[in-house]
């Protein structure tokens, strides 16, 4: 079975079945990369975390960010020594994380730098009960993503 | 002057040859405009008017998710699973049908058949139609997309085209073209209906079958017995 790839300014997102993902840039003295992904439709207004899609995201849906930052934020404490994540616990969820409080969805951000640019990854899971099912999912699609230098 | 009138010859064929070869030129882009649904005749709007067809010829095919691109924006892949629908308008940003359900689209009270049905709208990549004229056109809440792969899976014979998905099922409903919205429409609900009657036949195929054999409601074979039941009865046995 092929799969599908999605590439721009260096990203690399391996597309499964059934999901929408969107690649976006963010304004700003020099372009950052805003991907989406989402295990629903997601809604064409959105904001950048999200608003807009997590309110319509049912108990199975999974919504992603990964947000590029100003590349002079990679070397602060925020940024530097973080991987990118791609086995997340259900533990690492919480509904405090949320950027916008919705009651039963968990939420987790993580910092992080790959090929010298900083990045947040920001993962939305539709409800507590359905957690131990999505987390895998999440890890799934995490693997699939890939960054390099935005030259690429 | 002998040398002077083959000279002559030699040029009046070459150009004949030319003037074929842009005569067949001019043929050949008219016949791409013709399919692409755009057309040079100021007055064709209201030739137009009159019904296209509409027709199901990919009805049942297995339905593939998406992949293209944002006019003016980045990669985007669209997913055609889960439960609903998901309406493919296969447009031009040029053809005079299209402008029609261009406006239509637009409409926040736009009436889509179907489960939780989602609009998509998709056109050909940017190097087959006008990217800024897309950004202009997309109706905003839609999604709109440039996907020449998704044309091709799909078949898309011309603009407009509709494609009707159902996601459960991960096939195409109905697919077909019209020269406005409530054709689409009817053909979108009668493709449902059809899809619907079609499962509702399956079912009643099945039974009539097992009645041919003297199975109906109640018939002991349709009930596996208890397994103490089955235990009792083969020591018996």
């Given at each position: 079975?092929?799969?599908?790839?999605?590439?721009?300014?260096?990203?690399?997102?391996?597309?499964?079945?059934?999901?929408?993902?969107?690649?976006?840039?963010l304004a700003g003295e020099s372009p950052r990369s805003l991907v989406h992904l989402a295990n629903f439709s997601l809604p064409v207004e959105r904001g950048d975390y999200g608003s807009g899609a997590v309110e319509i995201m049912g108990s199975a849906g999974i919504f992603m960010v990964l947000m590029e930052f100003d590349a002079t934020a990679s070397s602060s404490a925020l940024f530097s020594g973080g991987v990118m994540p791609t086995s997340l616990a259900v533990a690492d969820f919480s509904g405090h994380t949320l950027q916008r409080r919705i009651p039963n969805q968990l939420g987790t951000q993580r910092f992080f730098v790959a090929s010298g640019r900083p990045f947040v990854l920001y993962v939305v899971l539709g409800s507590t009960r359905t957690a131990p099912l999505l987390v895998p999912e999440v890890n799934r699609t995490l693997t699939g993503v890939s960054i390099a230098d935005s030259s690429q | 002057m002998i040398v002077l009138l083959i000279v002559a010859f030699v040029a009046i064929a070459v150009l004949t040859l030319i003037v074929f070869g842009l005569l067949r030129t001019h043929a050949d882009i008219l016949r791409a405009l013709d399919r692409a649904g755009i057309s040079l005749d100021e007055n064709s709007a209201s030739l137009s008017a009159a019904p296209v067809s509409l027709t199901q010829p990919s009805r049942n095919r297995d339905a593939a998710d998406i992949v293209g691109t944002v006019p003016g924006g980045g990669p985007v892949s669209v997913g055609v699973g889960g439960a609903r629908h998901t309406l493919l308008a296969f447009m031009s940003s040029g053809c005079k049908t299209c402008a029609t359900f261009w406006s239509e689209f637009e409409s926040p009270a736009l009436d889509l058949p179907g489960e939780s049905t989602r609009l998509v709208i998709v056109a050909q990549d940017p190097a087959?139609?006008?990217?800024?004229?897309?950004?202009?056109?997309?109706?905003?809440?839609?999604?709109?997309?440039?996907?020449?792969?998704?044309?091709?899976?799909?078949?898309?014979?011309?603009?407009?085209?509709?494609?009707?998905?159902?996601?459960?099922?991960?096939?195409?409903?109905?697919?077909?073209?019209?020269?406005?919205?409530?054709?689409?429409?009817?053909?979108?609900?009668?493709?449902?209906?059809?899809?619907?009657?079609?499962?509702?036949?399956?079912?009643?195929?099945?039974?009539?079958?097992?009645?041919?054999?003297?199975?109906?409601?109640?018939?002991?074979s349709l009930y596996p017995p208890d397994p103490a039941e089955r235990r009792s009865q083969e020591d018996n046995e």
């Amino acid at each position: 079975m092929s799969r599908t790839l999605l590439t721009a300014n260096g990203i690399t997102v391996t597309v499964r079945d059934g999901w929408d993902v969107e690649f976006s840039e963010l304004a700003g003295e020099s372009p950052r990369s805003l991907v989406h992904l989402a295990n629903f439709s997601l809604p064409v207004e959105r904001g950048d975390y999200g608003s807009g899609a997590v309110e319509i995201m049912g108990s199975a849906g999974i919504f992603m960010v990964l947000m590029e930052f100003d590349a002079t934020a990679s070397s602060s404490a925020l940024f530097s020594g973080g991987v990118m994540p791609t086995s997340l616990a259900v533990a690492d969820f919480s509904g405090h994380t949320l950027q916008r409080r919705i009651p039963n969805q968990l939420g987790t951000q993580r910092f992080f730098v790959a090929s010298g640019r900083p990045f947040v990854l920001y993962v939305v899971l539709g409800s507590t009960r359905t957690a131990p099912l999505l987390v895998p999912e999440v890890n799934r699609t995490l693997t699939g993503v890939s960054i390099a230098d935005s030259s690429q | 002057m002998i040398v002077l009138l083959i000279v002559a010859f030699v040029a009046i064929a070459v150009l004949t040859l030319i003037v074929f070869g842009l005569l067949r030129t001019h043929a050949d882009i008219l016949r791409a405009l013709d399919r692409a649904g755009i057309s040079l005749d100021e007055n064709s709007a209201s030739l137009s008017a009159a019904p296209v067809s509409l027709t199901q010829p990919s009805r049942n095919r297995d339905a593939a998710d998406i992949v293209g691109t944002v006019p003016g924006g980045g990669p985007v892949s669209v997913g055609v699973g889960g439960a609903r629908h998901t309406l493919l308008a296969f447009m031009s940003s040029g053809c005079k049908t299209c402008a029609t359900f261009w406006s239509e689209f637009e409409s926040p009270a736009l009436d889509l058949p179907g489960e939780s049905t989602r609009l998509v709208i998709v056109a050909q990549d940017p190097a087959h139609d006008s990217e800024s004229r897309l950004v202009e056109l997309a109706p905003s809440g839609v999604r709109t997309m440039c996907s020449s792969a998704a044309w091709e899976a799909y078949d898309v014979p011309g603009s407009p085209y509709f494609v009707l998905i159902d996601g459960s099922t991960r096939k195409v409903t109905g697919s077909g073209t019209a020269t406005n919205w409530p054709q689409v429409r009817q053909l979108l609900v009668q493709a449902i209906g059809d899809a619907k009657s079609g499962t509702a036949h399956s079912a009643n195929g099945v039974s009539a079958e097992l009645a041919a054999f003297g199975i109906g409601p109640g018939h002991p074979s349709l009930y596996p017995p208890d397994p103490a039941e089955r235990r009792s009865q083969e020591d018996n046995e």
